[in-house]
């Protein structure tokens, strides 16, 4: 993989990996930070105005209105905002999942073999129906959302850990230490951590794109957010009742907000991965 | 005889990104000069991992697209291009490569000396051959059907050799044909290559093993550092005073049936601005460290030195 | 010369077949649990906007045991289970079985074109884009699928639907059967025709990472060493693709492609849910909404065993099919 992806070109060609890919990282965060903070910025309440209503895009509303004569572009960002808070509540609480599990799996063998069961048990349903059913048994809603989310995707991250503390502990200084009598627990900590704390940390933004999709879908399914929050899921499904009508602008400007939040989330982990990987630093 | 093979002041260079950052240029081959003629095997003998596989994927056209190489080549008195090389290759040049790491894993043996067929009459025909030249050395029809994984050393090295000679030919270029193979095999890979010479083919061996080049071939080119440092009649490496540059005498000096003498020092892997043996050079002067030698004839061989004759006047 | 140990493969059958029960024992039972834990009343959820009176809601729950313990229950299932039935669907009122056997059915051709079409055109672009690396045709497939793995299946239906039905009116707007035919009379073609607009959102979905793998799998064999001899031989480039390139990447690639019914299923719940194509995707949503817990608990079993199997398959093909591997597993 000895090129740089597309939006590593043209105008910072001039410019080195690492600063190319800081920068990237900079533009796309305060992008996503700006979408974020005019999201809680806007009133859930959106004013409503039937004269407007289902207007195409003009320049006054760019996304057009909706049924209700709001604002689509308001309605967007708000629910792109609330996608961001979802994902990033899943992202983590799936991250600590990870880690609790690679931990527990680095014990002994047994244990091991239980954490690789797990994997192979989560594996094994299809994503949107164990978020789905999962939502169901925490009664749906935002707090179903995330831990749906959150219990469905650690499985990646659980096994690049795994591997990773797998091979860490065979490592000659933690044998070290075993014999010096520190404690399993200190081990992980002092030795291991900080080790895989580059690994946490990418691999936590990673799974963030495939949460805000997710998210999307289950509340597109009608499993997720209900249908009072101003969540792009919502919207999504709203929009397939007027699509009959011709108005596409409902379904089409949110969907590509949403394409294009999630395609960010997947520069920022793409570059990061780059940047921590010593085996790609060189290229 | 005929000249075959001509490679003119040939230079291979890559250009690298050190630290994303910095442009760096890392020269693998300097200045090489080595002409191969019919019935003639000349060996390139340098260390390991020197990047003298390079001269052999240069003549092949198979180089990797960020090489920049200057330089001339010229086959049967045609300078060789692009195009022409990937007309001829194949056909009247072919490489017997290293290892069996070469075959493709899921082909049967038979089907990649065979290689790609315009048609089913073509490959009937070429079948035909194919197993006439298993047949020659050894492999008889069960060899046909296996696959690179299921051969032995031995058979392997047939394998390659038998692939390479399918096309039947003039010259062919045999990259490192004996790693890492038992004694009889090594013997008998020398035999095949020297009964090549016998049917008319001119043969250009690429090797790190002294013997083997000491063995088989008719001259011999020192490469070091990136450069050939000396060509030499074979017949004059049986003895340290016959040969010109003084790393070719610390080489043959070092050999365990002449007293076992090992050069010091490693080969500079930086560009240097003097004579790249300058470092370990026991007679080298103020002008070696600051000038670069050229490649001259003496007496019938290539040397780069500038004080060879001294050197040689005093032995 | 292809030799097959019976009695190992009689024993890896046996494994994998232990596993896929120890599997599907686990997934029933917390499953089970997990939706008897939801604070959604089932009863209520599977009468919706209905107005009914309090003992009738009580003659409901009693029927459905919504007033039995948690213990009781999963036992209960796991017994009904255990005699090969899966019990009745409270939505569409006949044996789960049945609806599954149904709908499945109708999804699993949905499943199938997809996944052929998703298999040979990604397999294709990876070739093509891998073959010429660093050209114009290769950034250009690359963006597409970047752009591709980020983005909703759902929305892709709903852009397609867009296009296709409601702009150019090409299709049917939803539906897989036209309004006011019973299913029984419909004929081929007008199934088929409303396969294909579902059949195609999903495919190009599936694209997306098998055209990765294949790209940077054919741009790794590139670089080795019996490319390289190959061109020495003189074969010609796309000789070259074909002969060693293809033959090497094609095990893998369908290996990966078999791999992939989890998000074939995943991706078949929400195109079904966009097009209204009466498959399994559309149950599942149902019986997720109404609390249809009987068929929704067949349908997880179900989608476990069919992830499972291709799995299964996909371990087959790379211990079997290989010579190499083959070769190994015979000594």
């Known amino acids: 993989m000895s090129e740089t992806p597309w939006y590593n070109r043209g105008l910072f060609s001039s410019l080195n990996l690492r600063q190319k890919t800081l920068l990237t990282i900079c533009l796309t965060a305060s992008v996503l930070l700006i979408i974020f903070i005019c999201g809680t910025l806007i009133n859930a309440n959106l004013p409503t105005d039937f004269t407007i209503k289902m207007q195409p895009p003009s320049f006054e509303h760019p996304f057009g209105t909706d049924w209700m004569g709001r604002d689509m572009l308001i309605r967007t960002i708000k629910g792109l905002s609330l996608s961001i808070i979802i994902g990033i509540g899943a992202s983590i609480i799936s991250s600590i999942i990870a880690i609790i599990l690679a931990f527990i799996a680095s014990m002994n063998s ?174 | 005889m005929k000249e075959l093979l001509e490679v003119n002041n040939l230079s291979i260079s890559f250009t690298q990104y050190v630290q994303g950052l910095n442009r760096h240029d890392s020269k693998v081959i300097s200045d090489l000069t080595i002409d191969v003629k019919e019935s003639e095997i000349v060996a390139i003998l340098g260390s390991s991992g020197s990047g003298k596989s390079l001269l052999a994927h240069s003549i092949l056209g198979i180089l990797p697209y960020n090489a920049n190489v200057t330089g001339e080549i010229k086959y049967k008195g045609q300078v060789l291009n692009q195009d022409l090389k990937e007309k001829l290759r194949g056909k009247e040049i072919c490489l017997i490569p290293q290892s069996v790491n ?95 010479k016998e049917h008319g083919k001119g043969v250009l061996l690429i090797t790190h093993e002294i013997d083997v080049a000491l063995k088989t071939a008719d001259r011999i080119a020192i490469f070091y550092s990136g450069y050939v440092i000396e060509i030499n009649n ?82 | 010369m292809i030799k097959i140990n019976t009695k190992k493969l009689a024993k890896f059958f046996g494994y994998k077949l232990i596993r896929l029960v120890i599997l599907l024992i686990v997934i029933a039972a917390i499953s089970f649990i997990m939706i008897q834990m939801s604070p959604i009343d089932p009863v209520k959820a599977y009468l919706g906007q209905r107005i009914v009176s309090q003992e009738q809601m009580a003659i409901i729950g009693n029927y459905w045991g919504t007033n039995l313990t948690l213990g009781e229950r999963v036992l209960g299932w796991l017994q009904t289970l255990a005699t090969g039935s899966m019990g009745f669907s409270l ?53 597409y699928c970047y752009i591709l793995q980020s983005t909703p299946t759902f929305w892709i239906g709903l852009v397609f639907l867009m296009v296709f039905s409601v702009y150019l009116g090409w299709f049917p707007i939803g539906l897989s059967v036209p309004i006011g035919q019973l299913s029984d009379t ?96 559309q149950a599942t949503v149902a019986a997720g909404l109404r609390s249809d817990v009987p068929l929704l608990l067949g349908i997880v079993l179900i989608s476990a065993t069919f992830v499972f199997l291709g799995n299964l398959i996909a371990d087959i093909i790379y211990k079997y099919v290989d010579p190499r591997i083959r070769g190994e597993d015979d000594e």
Not at chain 2, 115 to 120: Q, R, V
């Open chain 2, 234 to 315: 074979v017949e004059n490496f049986k003895n340290a005073d016959n040969v010109l540059h003084p790393y070719t005498k610390a080489l043959i000096n070092s050999l365990p049936r002449n007293g076992f003498k090992l050069t010091e020092g490693v080969q500079p892997l930086d560009e240097v601005p003097g004579c790249p043996y300058y470092e370990n050079c026991a007679i080298g002067t103020d002008r070696c460290g600051k000038e670069k030698p050229n490649l001259e004839e003496h007496e019938g061989a290539m040397i780069r030195c500038f004080n060879f004759r001294e050197a040689n006047d005093g032995a």
């Open chain 2, 102 to 196: 070469f075959l493709d894993p899921l082909m049967k043996v038979s089907e990649q000396a065979i290689g790609e067929c315009k048609n089913e009459k073509e490959h009937d025909e070429k079948k035909v051959i194919q197993r006439e030249i298993f047949a020659r050395y050894g492999l008889d029809e069960s060899v046909d059907d296996l696959y690179p994984f299921e051969l032995s050393g031995g058979m392997a090295r047939k394998v390659l050799l038998s692939t390479a000679l399918i096309g039947n030919p003039d010259l062919l270029i045999a990259d490192e044909p004996t790693p890492g193979l038992d004694v009889k095999s090594v013997e008998e890979t020398i035999e095949d290559i020297k009964n090549l």
């Open chain 3, 186 to 281: 419909v004929t081929f073609w007008q199934w088929l025709y409303r396969l294909i607009l579902p059949a195609i959102t999903l495919s190009v979905v599936g694209i997306a990472s098998l055209t990765m793998y294949t790209r940077d799998k054919l741009i790794s064999i590139k670089k080795s060493d019996y490319f390289l001899f190959a061109q020495a031989r003189g074969e010609s480039f796309w000789g070259i693709i074909k002969n060693h390139g293809v033959r090497n990447i094609l095990i893998p690639a369908i290996t990966i492609q078999f791999m992939s019914f989890n998000e074939l299923f995943g991706g078949t719940i929400l195109v079904e849910q966009v097009f209204a194509y009466p498959g399994i995707g």
């Open chain 3, 91 to 143: 939505i569409y009122r006949v044996p789960v079985t049945e609806v599954i056997m149904q709908k499945f059915t109708a999804s699993f051709i949905l499943m199938a074109v997809s996944w052929i079409i998703s298999g040979i055109v990604g397999f294709g672009l990876g070739i093509l884009a891998g073959a010429k690396e660093g050209t114009l045709i290769d950034k250009a497939i690359k963006t």
């Open chain 1, 110 to 283: 047994k244990c091991d073999e239980f954490v690789s069961w797990l994997i192979d048990l989560f594996a094994s349903i299809p994503h949107i129906l164990l978020i789905m059913m999962i939502s169901i048994s925490l009664g749906k809603g935002a707090f179903g959302v995330i831990m749906a989310v959150a219990f469905s995707h650690w499985v990646n991250l659980t096994r690049v850990l795994r591997a990773e503390v797998l091979q860490i502990n065979t490592s000659e200084y933690v044998a070290l230490s075993k014999r010096f009598g520190k404690s399993r627990f200190w081990i992980a900590k002092e030795h291991i951590l900080p080790l895989v704390l580059s690994q946490i940390f990418v691999g936590t933004l990673l799974v963030f794109p495939h949460a805000i999709m997710h998210e999307s879908s289950v509340t597109f399914l009608g499993f997720g957010l209900s249908p009072h929050e101003p969540a792009i899921g919502i919207i999504l499904s709203e929009s397939m009742t007027y699509l009959a009508m011709g108005a596409w602008w409902l379904a089409f400007f949110p969907g590509v907000a949403l394409l294009i939040v999630v395609l960010l989330f997947d520069i920022i982990g793409d570059n990061l991965k780059r940047l921590y990987d010593p085996s790609e630093a060189n290229k």
